[in-house]
């Protein structure tokens, strides 16, 4: 059973418009939620957590159980923020990651 | 320069040979792990590490083997059991407690096998 579902491959936006990366878990407990991004040629690293409810590059997340999801959103994409995109969810000792989101932000 | 080094990058077997890939890292970290990644199946664990010594299965761990004798190191070895082997490797470390236990990954190892 997926328990981090990422629904879009690819997500196309012009620059400007808003950017929303969908992503649903399936968790029993509490779940601890992240956000992690790799950019062309670089590293796969830690974009944003759930619990720091900070923006980082613009972007934010809010975790909603209700709808057992944490969708990450930006008002105005820019160019820089081509990249691949994966939600994960903490189990135990361990990163449970999704299937990934390309995001390609057009001029 | 502290972080996470991966190799080889790049990575050819033949069909029926074991290989085994290399995991460094210098951050003091106590847990490490590592992930396999296939186009539209994102990160897959495939074994990870808490403690030198002890390791438990990920969710993909048939076909392959670690070892953690030192904190620093963490060798995966892809086996002739492993179907289909060729794939993106990632090796990635964590402190075991603290803020969030954020991964830091390396620059991972791609495999063919021919």
């Known amino acids: 059973a997926q328990r981090v579902t990422q629904p879009e491959k690819l997500l196309s936006v012009f620059k400007g418009a808003p950017v929303e990366l969908k992503c649903n878990y399936s968790?029993?407990?509490?779940?601890?939620l992240f956000w992690y991004v790799q950019y062309s040629r670089q590293r796969l690293q830690l974009l944003l957590r759930?619990?720091s409810r900070e923006s980082i590059k613009g972007f934010t997340a809010d975790l909603n159980k209700g709808e057992t999801s944490f969708h990450l959103k930006k008002p105005f994409a820019q160019e820089e923020d081509s990249a691949m995109y994966y939600c994960?969810?903490?189990?135990?000792?361990?990163?449970?990651f999704g299937a990934g989101t390309i995001l390609r932000v057009k001029s | 320069d502290g972080g996470i080094t991966q190799s080889p990058k790049y990575l050819f077997r033949k069909e029926g040979q074991n290989v085994t890939l290399s995991c460094e890292q210098n951050l003091n970290h106590d847990a490490m792990y590592w992930y396999r990644q296939d186009p539209g199946q994102g990160l897959r664990l495939i074994y990870y590490?808490?403690?030198?010594?002890?390791?438990q299965k990920g969710d993909i761990a048939e076909g392959y083997s670690v070892s953690r004798e030192k904190k620093e190191s963490f060798p995966l070895t892809v086996t002739s059991a492993q179907k289909n082997p060729t794939a993106f490797y990632l090796c990635?470390?964590?402190?075991?407690?603290?803020?969030?236990?954020?991964?830091?990954f390396g620059e991972g190892s791609r495999l063919t096998v021919l």
């Open positions: 590490s808490q403690i030198v010594n002890d390791f």
């Open positions: 994960a969810l903490r189990e135990g000792n361990k990163l449970v």
């Open positions: 990635a470390s964590s402190i075991v407690q603290g803020e969030g236990g954020e991964l830091f």
């Open positions: 968790y029993s407990g509490s779940p601890e």
């Open positions: 759930h619990i």
